[in-house]
């Protein structure tokens, strides 16, 4: 039965996006997501029709380890948004999605009165498998939204290093997620996320009331040694509940003068021009990357070449030359 329901077309779809049809954006987003050629190239039309009514959201990206509260501060965040006026999308980068047969992140039934909201839409990670795929389907699904009329884009992702820098690279501001903890806690993956955040918040400070100054302190003397992405802007450390939605609209309206700071300085088109540059140049690579190991000349050649260099037969630079060699022949 369901081989026989027609798909929308371009138009179709593009018609159903602008008036924020519920129904037509989700089948956008499931063609952007799609890995199947034709599903590909009717995403791309769709994209170039909407792309001249996007732009105009403020992006957020919230990260932070799995319990941290991110769903609990984004329903929170949301619905006080959604109050104000807001319409709010919430996309989630989850790489392990894929492999655990489901997304975790932003699942509907942990952000029940949001995604009830008339004027939220939530979608959980795409289960792609790659995390290039899925940011690059996250990114396009952005341009979907905005022209839908969602005028804040709220991007979730886990605390894990290429995640971040991914959803980093898609967002206007990057919001950390952090919990007090001990101070010899601030080394590797905590310290790379700082280079990345434009504000950290302490959650959950309706319990750690003891341990948040010293966080803040931490944190604040962590963020002091780094050196700030913007010359306009140092990142705050500041203290929230999500839960009980205390310092949330405090919390927003940071986030709104560093978008005022930035739009008047001209950083924040800057940084979204010299995110296209970096998306151009990721895309480039996976595509590449698939294009290579999908060619049937490099197929039929690579495991004999493998075998060679496994056993010392062989230098990888040699084998490498010929792999190229059928590659560009084909
Ligand atoms: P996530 O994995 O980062 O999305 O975290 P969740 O939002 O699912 O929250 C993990 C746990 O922490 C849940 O049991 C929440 O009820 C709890 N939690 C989340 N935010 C707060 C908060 O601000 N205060 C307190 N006390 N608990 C919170």
């Known amino acids: 039965m369901s081989g026989t329901v027609r798909q929308p077309t371009v138009d179709e779809l593009f018609e159903g996006v602008r008036i924020c049809d519920r129904a037509f954006i989700g089948r956008a987003i499931t063609l952007i997501e799609s890995r199947n050629p034709a ?4 995403a791309q039309s769709l994209l170039h029709k909407l792309l001249p009514y996007s732009g105009e959201a403020q992006r957020v990206g919230i990260s932070g380890v799995p319990g941290v509260g991110k769903s609990t501060f984004i329903e929170n965040l949301g619905m006080w948004l959604v109050a104000e006026g807001h319409q709010v999308a919430v996309l989630a980068v989850d790489p392990s999605s894929g492999r655990t047969g489901g997304s975790i992140l932003g699942d509907k039934t942990r952000m029940e009165q949001l995604s009830a909201s008339e004027k939220a839409f939530i979608r959980p990670s795409p289960s792609s498998g790659v995390l290039g795929g899925v940011a690059r389907a996250t990114r396009e699904t952005i341009v979907v939204l905005e022209a839908a009329g969602f005028d804040t884009v709220l991007v979730e992702t886990v605390g894990t290093g290429q995640s971040e820098t991914m959803v980093a690279d898609m967002v206007d501001f990057f919001l950390v997620l952090m919990l007090p903890g001990a101070g010899d806690e601030l080394q590797g993956i905590k310290k790379g996320i700082l280079e990345l955040a434009d504000m950290v918040a302490i959650n959950k400070a309706d319990i750690f009331a003891e341990k948040l100054k010293q966080a803040v302190r931490e944190y604040k003397s962590a963020l002091h040694i780094l050196t700030d992405a913007s010359p306009s802007w140092h990142p705050p450390v500041v203290t929230c509940s999500g839960l009980k939605g ?4 405090e919390l927003w309206g940071r986030i709104e003068k560093h978008r005022r700071i930035m739009s008047e300085s001209g950083e ?4 979204r021009r ?7 140049d990721a895309q ?3 595509r590449l990357l698939s294009d290579f190991y999908s060619n049937p000349a490099v197929k039929t050649s690579l495991s004999g070449l493998t075998n060679a260099v496994r056993a010392g037969e062989m230098t990888v630079s040699s084998a490498v030359a010929r792999l190229l060699k059928d590659f560009q022949r084909d």
């Open 284 to 286: 480039i690579r996976d």
């Open 39 to 42: 599903h590909q190239e009717k």
């Open 274 to 280: 010299e995110q296209r540059l970096t998306w151009l």
């Open 268 to 271: 924040r088109e800057a940084r």
């Open 246 to 249: 205390e310092g949330v609209p």
